[in-house]
């Protein structure tokens, strides 16, 4: 059981906007920044959006981030084949001592 | 260009020992914050361990406190991870990752750990 809760599967068509969201507390996204993270099945994973909302060089401007609260969400826009993986979210837990956390990941599959 | 290289993984059995370490080249290692993150066969990812870039401040997931110790060798460039009493849930690939942003912004490809008697 995860800490920060995602949909276990996303899924959308070519060219569509599809969103997948991540929620948490107040000891955990409500307080701190959120990161984003692509598995392609077989490979490491490969971040995506850091700090609730940056892009790293090299990330199509396609992914964008938000958070609201204690709940973050990415976003795809024009949907690509080759976005077809697991994405996570991440983000550190302060309640007891000091832990970083996952989200249980969500498998996008594009139709 | 960013390396992580993990190296030590194998097969265990239940109550057994293993250390990991991670080779770091293409960053300047002392002044980044390193992480052990594992993901056992078809399931997500789950953080194990951080370090801060002096060995000040160290923090484990509550399924690894008191087994696993991170450490670090800043003349080598290497990160480490030793654990002990290991056991069936402990069977997953470990993940070095360098913490940038706050969180792991490279990622290493792997060490794969098996608990099998």
């Known amino acids: 059981q995860s800490v920060l809760t995602q949909p276990p599967s996303a899924s959308g068509t070519p060219g569509q906007r599809v969103t997948i969201s991540c929620s948490g507390s107040?000891?955990?996204?409500?307080?701190?920044?959120v990161n984003w993270y692509q598995q392609v099945p077989g490979t490491a994973p490969k971040l995506l959006i850091y700090r609730n909302n940056q892009r790293p060089s090299g990330v199509p401007d396609r992914f964008s981030g938000s958070k609201s609260g204690t709940s973050a969400s990415l976003a795809i826009s024009g949907v690509r084949s080759e976005d077809e993986a697991d994405y996570y979210c991440?983000?550190?837990?302060?309640?007891?001592?000091?832990?970083?956390?996952f989200g249980g990941g969500t498998k996008l599959t594009v139709l | 260009e960013v390396q992580l290289v993990e190296s030590g993984g194998g097969l265990v059995k239940p109550g057994g020992s293993l250390r990991l370490s991670c080779a770091a080249s293409g960053f300047t290692f002392t002044s980044y914050n390193m992480e052990w993150v594992r993901q056992a066969p078809g399931k997500g990812l789950e953080w194990v361990s951080s370090?801060?870039?002096?060995?000040?401040?160290?923090y484990y997931a509550d399924s690894v406190k008191g087994r696993f110790t991170i450490s670090r060798d800043n003349a080598k460039n290497s990160l480490y991870l030793q654990m002990n009493g290991l056991g069936a849930e402990d069977t997953a690939l470990y993940y070095c990752?360098?913490?940038?942003?706050?969180?792991?912004?490279?990622w290493g490809q792997g060490t794969l750990v098996t608990v099998s008697s």
């Open positions: 990752a360098r913490e940038g942003w706050d969180l792991p912004d490279y």
């Open positions: 370090i801060s870039s002096s060995s000040s401040y160290i």
């Open positions: 107040s000891s955990n996204i409500g307080n701190n920044y």
């Open positions: 991440a983000t550190w837990d302060d309640s007891l001592s000091r832990q970083g956390v």
